[in-house]
């Protein structure tokens, strides 16, 4: 018994009321998975006109303007029809341009915030603007080392410093190639330090679930067993100590 093949493609919808097909956008719309949207900064580089190198006929470029960039695809809807841009737009945002001179660089990313999480590497995220910041709700940030990144709260990266207006930050994640135990207790330090940002200017505040995560390993820590995690390290150290006196190591 031959079986149809499923639709990849419903001809009629067209042709269905307008008030269904808008509901249907908006039922796709509230069924679509929360993405990873990575963000990060590139430079534009154009070729000079009439410029190819006499010696070996290549194009010499001139470096152009810094831009935010994402590899994930614009939200399928934004062109699909105008009916589900309409909608689509209801959720996502143009956001992450980057201000160039006098003038805002018209590229962009669309951004849906509430479900979004903006997995973000440090040089980029300190290029996004305060009221962006502000809109973000779940983030993971990507650093390379505890001393550029978290250090004594004042080398390079000043934590609330820049986090300060993350005010409606529901997750954050670190993500880190070093051991967790080498972050101290950074957890804490920044849970405490988003209550005392926020918690008497917003009603009710609650700070975001912190969690460091350790790449390669992606060991976890948080809030509840940073602790542990600390302890650990502490051990670990005075074994390696104990080690390096055995063998007659400074």
Same mark, same amino acid.
């Given at each position: /018994? ?10 009629? *919808?067209?042709?269905?009321?307008? &008030?269904?097909?808008?509901?249907? #956008? ?13 963000? #990060? ?21 001139? !470096? ?43 590229? =962009?990313? #669309?951004?849906? @915030? ?10 980029? *995220? ?12 779940? /983030? ?16 390079? @990266?000043?934590? /609330? !410093?820049? @986090?300060? =207006?993350? &005010? ?12 967790? #135990? ?11 330090? *988003?209550?005392?940002? @926020? ?12 969690? *460091? ?6 060991? &976890? /820590? ?12 502490? &051990? ?9 006196a055995a063998e007659g190591r400074s």
């Open positions: /018994m031959a079986y149809p093949l499923p639709l990849d493609t419903f001809h009629p *919808f067209p042709r269905l009321p307008k &008030e269904l097909r808008i509901e249907i #956008w908006k039922v796709h719309l509230a069924a679509l998975e929360p993405r990873l949207l990575r963000v #990060w900064c590139k430079v534009s580089t154009e070729p000079i006109e009439d410029s190819k190198d006499p010696e070996d006929g290549h194009e010499r470029y001139v !470096e152009g303007e810094q831009h935010q960039s994402s590899p994930n695809p614009v939200p399928a809807l934004l062109h699909t029809s105008q009916e589900s841009r309409y909608e689509a737009r209801r959720h996502y945002t143009r956001a992450f341009s980057l201000r160039n001179g006098s003038t805002v660089h018209q590229r =962009y990313i #669309w951004t849906n @915030f509430a479900t979004d999480t903006i997995k973000i590497k440090v040089g980029s *995220f300190l290029r996004i603007n305060k009221e962006e910041r502000k809109r973000i709700q779940h /983030m993971s940030i990507d650093t390379d080392c505890p001393i550029c990144f978290y250090g004594s709260l004042t080398i390079n @990266f000043n934590l /609330m !410093e820049n @986090f300060k =207006y993350l &005010e409606n930050l529901k997750h954050l994640e670190i993500l880190c190639p070093s051991p967790l #135990w080498s972050w101290g207790g950074a957890v804490k330090e920044l849970t405490d330090g *988003f209550r005392e940002c @926020f918690g008497e200017s917003i009603p009710g505040y609650v700070p975001p679930d912190v969690r *460091f995560v350790q790449t390669g390993t992606w060991w &976890e /820590m948080d809030i509840h067993n940073y602790a542990d995690v600390l302890a650990y390290g502490t &051990e670990q150290r005075s074994l390696a100590r104990a080690r390096w």
